[in-house]
């Protein structure tokens, strides 16, 4: 499966932006695909997912309330709509997809084989 994230940008503390991770290859029917991100010298960390077949979505508790993870079947394509920004979210956001997940493993970036290229979020204060 190939993925291709686009969306991310430069904003202000308090904006909006909509990340997207569009896919093509194989069927999703099995697969969780999953937003993570990394800051420079920080470790590669996760923001949330979505399961493809039924919706269930987990969020990292830094973006709860603020971050909502969806999926568009027709374009087999998931969005990442990030509001209230805040200079920390700042990073270079991956999309990666995975076959086979349960719920305890859909947070470790170590569980995806496939990925997508980043794109930079920058938020400033």
């Known amino acids: 499966v190939q993925l291709q994230a686009s969306g991310g940008g430069l904003v202000q503390a308090g904006g909006s932006l909509r990340l997207s991770c569009a896919a093509s290859g194989r069927t999703f029917s099995n697969y969780v695909v999953g937003w993570f991100r990394q800051a420079p010298g920080k470790e590669r960390e996760f923001v949330a997912s979505?399961?493809?077949?039924?919706?269930?979505?987990w969020y990292a508790n830094s973006v709860k309330g603020r971050f909502t993870i969806s999926r568009e079947n027709a374009k087999k394509t998931v969005h990442l709509q990030m509001n209230s920004l805040k200079p920390e979210d700042t990073a270079v956001y991956y999309c990666?997809?995975?076959?086979?997940?349960?719920?305890?493993?859909?947070?470790?970036?170590?569980?995806?084989?496939?990925w997508g290229q980043g794109t930079q979020v920058t938020v400033s204060s």
């Open positions: 979505i399961r493809w077949s039924g919706g269930g979505t």
């Open positions: 990666a997809a995975q076959s086979g997940l349960i719920a305890s493993m859909v947070s470790r970036h170590e569980n995806y084989n496939n």
